[in-house]
């Protein structure tokens, strides 16, 4: 088997800080624990960013830059800056850091869906802003909206014109389907770095069997071209990643994915995850990937020519 590839979700969207005082907030926070992640052995990390003031997230580039150069100062681990943002987001907003920033690799998301995560706002809890309980309810009418234009556009605008590979996000085997399209109009070429995501109400449940079916489908679109990585949402993410790794697969945990390190036991840190999942591939014989390793497999352009 070839070597597997770490991504750490550092922090995201899906979450709100009332959750856990272990998600990073600030621009220190945030690269205090992407570096810890690096560390630990993740050679990929995927970032957001949020609003210092409001702990909203964001996509402002001035936020971005608040932690990028000092990650890539004291890391030689990839960054992938996300396009997704979140789903309240015009897509102009998702994709000014990335068009700022011209990272190595970006997120995308392969189809529009639903994204319910209303069943979080039942839970007791001593809420940090005002805004975190009504979002989370309201999402009972969200749809995260990502069109094949929508696609395109990120496509063009950060693929074709500034040199990022992409982290193909894929919620549902519709989304598979996707992807193998925008392929077959020469958009995206291969290494696809296809990123299985299951747990998120609204697309696939974090079960074996779903996880044994996309990769039976993905062999069908894509053949010897690609490689899948996967994430669950919750309690499922380190079986599920586990299962990949079995499987050849190559794996993403983090804060973003899951606040949780044991049943009922917040994670202290995102390196606490990496370095678990790190033990776990290990002892199923696979060699960690290094951020050299994985510029090499995924074909990126290098840290030299990002502009942070």
């Not at 974090?206 to 044994?212: G, H, K, S």
Request: proline share 6%; hydrophobic share 40%; aromatic share 8%.
């Amino acid at each position: 088997m070839s070597k597997i590839i770490i991504t750490c979700a550092v922090t995201g969207s899906i979450h709100t800080p009332s959750m856990s005082p272990h998600l990073p907030v600030t621009a220190a926070e945030i690269a205090g624990q992407a570096l810890g992640a690096a560390q630990a052995g993740a050679a990929i990390l995927h970032l957001h960013a949020r609003n210092p003031e409001t702990g909203h997230p964001s996509s402002a580039p001035e936020h971005f830059m608040a932690f990028l150069p000092e990650i890539k100062r004291q890391t030689e681990a990839v960054v992938n800056i996300t396009t997704g943002g979140s789903a309240i987001m015009a897509l102009d907003d998702r994709l000014a850091a990335a068009r700022a920033a011209e990272p190595e690799m970006c997120s995308l998301n392969m189809g529009s869906m639903n994204f319910a995560l209303y069943p979080m706002a039942k839970r007791e809890r001593e809420w940090n802003y005002d805004w975190e309980k009504p979002f989370l309810e309201n999402s009972d009418d969200l749809v995260f909206k990502n069109t094949p234009r929508d696609i395109a556009t990120v496509l063009t605008d950060l693929g074709e014109k500034r040199g990022a590979r992409f982290e193909f996000e894929c919620y549902d085997l519709s989304h598979l389907y996707m992807l193998r399209h925008f392929a077959d109009r020469g958009m995206v070429k291969p290494p696809f770095f296809i990123q299985f995501v299951f747990g998120v109400l609204g697309g696939m449940g974090a079960d074996p069997e779903n996880l044994t079916h996309m990769k039976r489908i993905a062999d069908k679109l894509f053949g010897d071209d690609y490689m899948f990585s996967v994430l669950a949402a919750g309690r499922q993410q380190m079986p599920l990643a586990s299962m990949s790794a079995a499987m050849g697969g190559h794996v993403r945990v983090g804060l973003e994915d899951s606040l949780f390190i044991d049943k009922g036991k917040l994670a202290r840190s995102n390196a606490e995850q990496v370095s678990r999942i790190r033990e776990i591939v290990e002892r199923l014989g696979r060699d960690v990937a290094t951020p050299g390793d994985v510029r090499g497999m995924l074909g990126l352009k290098g840290p030299d020519k990002t502009a942070f």
